[in-house]
């Protein structure tokens, strides 16, 4: 019976967007196939100290698979008990199954069987990211700080992920979730955008972005990321997307959450940027985003990433402008940050 629920599982998976681009997801052919047993001897028995983090939806272990290149794994274990979890699960492999990027998080395999006692097991088996979340290099105080180069590098591979989602998949692909918990570091820092478990699927897509869509799971974001318009009951589109990109932008360059205690009596996180562009954006940047090193290299150097800032400041409000129609596209934004961190490198300042 096992056989068969995972034999599910990977028909689900099998199917392929026609556009995909790239090709990091494995085919069919080469899914492996898990047991629970399997999952809970990799992780420890899923052992809390092999827990690198949870969600609304589950838990996520780090474990150790022999079979897998580097050993090393993710297993995110969905919490069926909690309403939605179910369709997270089916959501994600709906995702997974239509999108193969390098900067989305490698699915390695799912699992959709009964744990020891008999109960409901799902699973999703992924690549595992050696430098954790986003999240928790903004808000870390035993970490390095990122650097601004750092900081374009990870706008960039975001961008180039949903950039991928909403022009190259059919049909595009709304994430819905996106913030700095659900973008994964690599070895080299580079960024994966994780969690598909609110992704919606576009049927129709027009010029003006009013768009129809089919919602595998009901809520549309998280708190401080949703785009404005969700709020008063517009369809999900991908502009949705764009704000929140914006959003994680200028949490990136302030290190302040979006729910942060001084966003309050209509001040959020976009007017609080807003209010302080361009005159006084120094005051309220993340002051680790220019170390010392920087300075060593001279007035140049300096003026040039202050260049930088500038234009990714004003990025991220023009991404998390109230309107959506006055947002810019996917698209416009990959191509507008790669070309702010072209000028970032021709600088050549050593990080």
């Not at 979340?133 to 808000?139: H, R």
Request: proline share 4%; charged share 20%; net charge negative.
């Amino acid at each position: 019976m096992e056989q068969y629920v995972q034999g599910n599982i990977f028909i689900l998976l099998k199917r392929r967007s026609k556009r995909s681009k790239q090709s990091d997801q494995p085919s069919y052919t080469e899914m492996k196939s898990f047991s629970y047993a399997d999952l809970a001897k990799a992780t420890n028995g899923f052992s809390p100290d092999n827990l690198v983090g949870s969600g609304a939806y589950g838990s996520v272990y780090k474990g150790v698979l022999e079979c897998e290149t580097n050993g090393m794994i993710a297993v995110k274990v969905f919490n069926l008990d909690q309403l939605g979890a179910p369709k997270s699960f089916v959501a994600e492999c709906e995702a997974f199954r239509n999108t193969r990027h390098h900067n989305l998080v490698r699915v390695i395999s799912a699992c959709s069987t009964w744990d020891n006692k008999g109960n409901d097991f799902k699973a999703l088996i992924i690549e595992y990211m050696a430098n954790g979340t986003l999240e928790s290099w903004i808000y870390s105080e035993t970490r390095r700080p990122l650097s601004l180069g750092s900081r374009l590098t990870i706008a960039v591979d975001i961008a180039a992920a949903l950039d991928y989602l909403h022009d190259s998949c059919v049909p595009p692909i709304v994430h819905c979730d996106l913030k700095p918990s659900n973008v994964l570091l690599d070895d080299a820092m580079g960024a994966r955008l994780s969690d598909f478990g609110l992704a919606k699927f576009l049927q129709s897509h027009n010029s003006s972005n009013t768009i129809t869509c089919t919602s595998l799971a009901g809520p549309r974001g998280s708190i401080g990321y949703i785009a404005p318009e969700y709020g008063i009951g517009n369809m999900i589109s991908t502009a949705g997307d764009v704000y929140s990109y914006g959003i994680v932008i200028l949490e990136m360059l302030t290190g302040k959450w979006p729910t942060d205690v001084l966003f309050k009596n209509g001040l959020s996180l976009q007017k609080f940027v807003g209010n302080a562009f361009p005159e006084k954006i120094c005051e309220i940047l993340d002051p680790n985003i220019i170390g010392d090193e920087v300075v060593d290299h001279g007035n140049h150097a300096m003026v040039g990433m202050l260049s930088c800032i500038m234009q990714l400041v004003q990025l991220g409000l023009s991404c998390s402008t109230e309107t959506p129609k006055d947002r810019p596209t996917m698209p416009d934004v990959y191509a507008e940050v790669s070309a702010i961190k072209r000028e970032y490198s021709a600088l050549r300042v050593k990080e």
